[in-house]
Structure formats: structure tokens, C-alpha cells
């Protein structure tokens, strides 16, 4: 095991359920381990108002709990946390990886876990990005309760955007689910919460084409996908969930991903790159959820020190 301040057998990145777990094995292993994140821990999950199918917590949990209990709990057993800036770059060696981090400090690890999850796809349509922080929203959670008693969109039909449209409605007086379908591709049980709030509105086979306001969201202009009619929809606020892509970017040189950005890896966690695993939302997936997650990082790090153990 390697004593060396910066220098360690396993370095993992991202602070989500992914990531901790693989921190929590790591360290039950006594591997000399550390976890580098660049925001607040838990993840994606840090910006879910409630987590309701993590098991072993009934009434569900607040998202933004989840990150620090898993933290607490991989310290017990030791886990070396780090905060790392953008801009941090990883290198391959003959006997492991250099990672320098965007402060500068230069860390040296046999092996790496990346952890690195996903963010969310912007729509591309006029306005957005102009209005980013001024009424157009990726988080719910962070900028709903901006909108009391106003009228709000959310775009897209998976579970975030029906999720948060729900959790929106506690601040709004009217939420419209965008839709591109005439179905939701949310699970069932989240479109039943959805059709049973009176304050929301669905607006079926409509795609958002501009979002409109000189300093501040105003409406959007919406268009029939069946009849090419646009419309305007005045709304103060557009929270937009159109999917994901893989956040890989810390890693794309050294090994395979597939055309959106995700991490080539099974179940095994093993990437193209030796010594180097994907645990998580940023691996290729069926399912991505907390669940599968923190198998996820069970299994990282369980195959990192197998490969230790052969190095
Ligand atoms: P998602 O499942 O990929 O859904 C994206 C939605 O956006 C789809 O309805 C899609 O329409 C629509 N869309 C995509 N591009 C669009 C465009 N350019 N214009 C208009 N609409 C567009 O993404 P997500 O809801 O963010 O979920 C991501 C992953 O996290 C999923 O695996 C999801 O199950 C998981 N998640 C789970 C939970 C939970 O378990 N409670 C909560 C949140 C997220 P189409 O349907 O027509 O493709």
C-alpha cells in the first residue's frame, strides 16, 4: 500500500452515489484511497427534491441527504475526500495515472475510478441560452421556489421532467409538461402524480422553438409537431429536461466512449483502459438510478483491487 501523501492505490472521481460507494469498499479494503469532487457531494441526486425508490427508506429521502450520508459513511472507514477545480487533466504512465487538478496539486494513483455521472442537454432553440439564470432552469429544486403563483413549462416527457413538474406545482400557479409525444416516457407511477394535479397542464406532440423576453423569460413559442400551428405560451419559467449526456470528458482520451458520450463498460466496471473503471450514470447502461449506481461502485471497486492485487 502506498504511504505517499499524494500518492495513492485507488483514485475516484465524482461525488455521487457511484463514487462514495466506491470510496466506502475501497476503504473497508484498506486501499489507500482518495475521492476528488468538484461541487457538493451526492451528485445529480443533490438536485432531486425526493428519492422515493432507494431502498431502505420507506417514506422516500430528500435528494440532498443522500450525499452526505453516503459521505459520512465512507469516512468512518477512512475515505480521503478532495475538492478538484475544472480543468483537471489525467495522464497515462507505465506504472499508473498522473491526475493534476485544476488548483494545481499534482496527484499520482495505480489505478482510477471515474464517477463522473451526466448533465443535462440543453435544447438548442433560441433564447436559452440568453435567458440561462433569468427564468430558463435546469434544477427545480434550485430556482422553483422563484416562481411563486406564476405560470411555468417544463420540457421533455421522462421521469425528471414529469417529476419536477409535480414538485414545481407547490410554488406555481399552472405547470405545462412540453411534450414531443402523445405519451409520457415516464414511469407509470410518476405520470399518475402528474395526471392527478389539477395545476397541470399537458400539452401533447409540441416542441419548444423559442423561448422568448427582453431580460427575463416571458413565454415560449411552442409548435404542433401534427399541424405545424405555433402558439405562446406566457410563462415566467422554463425548466428544461430533455435527457442527459455522459460527463467523460476528464477521461475521453485514454479510453472508449460510445456517440453520446458514455463510458464503453459491462458490468464489471471495465473500460478499454486498464486501470481505469466507470462506476455509474457515466458508463454505457440499461438503468440509470441510485440503485444501480451504488453497484456500480461496489463492483469498481472490488474489480480495482483485483486488478491491484495482479499489478
Ligand atoms: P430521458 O428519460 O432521456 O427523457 C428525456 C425526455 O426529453 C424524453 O421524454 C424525450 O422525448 C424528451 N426530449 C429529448 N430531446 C428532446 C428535444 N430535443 N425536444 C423535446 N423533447 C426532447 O431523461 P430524464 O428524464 O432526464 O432521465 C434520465 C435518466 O434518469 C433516465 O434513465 C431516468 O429513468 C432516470 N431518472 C429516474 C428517476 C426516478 O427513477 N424517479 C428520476 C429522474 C431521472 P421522447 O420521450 O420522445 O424521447
Not at 7 to 24: E, K, N, R
Not at 45 to 58: C, H, K, L, Q, S
Not at 221 to 233: D, F, H, P, Q, T
Request: glycine share 12%; hydrophobic share 40%; charged share 25%.
Amino acid at each position: 500500500m502506498e504511504e505517499n501523501k499524494n500518492s495513492y492505490d485507488v483514485l475516484i472521481i465524482g461525488g455521487g452515489p457511484a463514487g462514495l460507494t466506491a470510496g466506502l469498499y475501497a476503504a473497508r479494503a484498506r486501499l489507500h484511497c482518495v475521492l476528488l469532487e468538484r461541487m457538493m457531494m451526492g451528485g445529480q441526486i443533490a438536485t432531486t427534491d425526493m428519492v422515493e425508490n432507494y431502498p431502505g427508506f420507506p417514506e422516500g429521502i430528500a435528494g440532498s441527504q443522500i450525499g452526505p450520508l453516503f459521505e459520512s459513511q465512507a469516512k468512518r472507514f477512512g475515505l480521503e475526500v478532495r475538492q478538484f477545480q475544472e480543468g483537471a487533466k489525467i495522464e497515462r504512465q507505465d506504472d499508473g495515472f498522473t491526475v493534476v487538478c485544476g488548483n494545481g496539486d499534482q496527484l499520482f494513483s495505480k489505478s482510477i475510478i471515474v464517477a463522473t455521472g451526466s448533465s443535462w442537454n440543453p435544447l438548442g432553440i433560441p433564447g436559452e441560452e440568453r435567458l440561462r439564470g433569468a427564468g430558463v432552469s435546469y434544477c427545480a429544486t434550485c430556482d422553483g421556489a422563484f416562481f411563486r403563483d406564476q405560470e411555468l413549462a417544463v420540457i421533455g416527457g421522462g421521469n425528471s421532467a414529469v417529476e419536477e413538474a409535480v414538485f414545481l406545482t407547490r410554488f406555481a400557479s399552472k405547470v405545462y409538461i412540453i411534450h414531443r409525444r402523445d405519451q409520457l416516457r415516464a414511469e407509470k407511477v410518476v405520470q399518475e402524480k402528474a395526471f392527478a394535479n389539477p395545476k397541470i397542464e399537458m400539452v401533447w406532440s409540441h416542441v419548444p422553438i423559442e423561448i422568448v423576453g427582453e431580460n427575463q423569460v416571458e413565454g415560449v413559442k411552442v409548435k404542433s409537431v401534427k399541424s405545424g400551428e405555433e402558439r405562446l405560451l406566457p410563462v415566467a419559467g422554463v425548466f428544461i429536461y430533455v435527457g442527459m449526456k455522459a460527463d467523460s470528458g476528464i477521461v475521453s482520451h485514454l479510453l472508449e466512449t460510445d456517440e453520446r458520450g458514455y463510458i464503453k463498460a459491462g458490468e464489471d466496471t471495465l473500460t478499454t483502459c486498464p486501470g481505469i473503471f466507470a462506476a455509474g450514470d457515466v458508463r454505457t447502461k440499461p438503468l440509470r438510478q441510485v440503485a444501480t449506481a451504488v453497484a456500480d461502485g461496489a463492483t469498481a471497486a472490488a474489480m480495482a483491487e483485483k486488478y491491484l492485487e495482479n499489478l
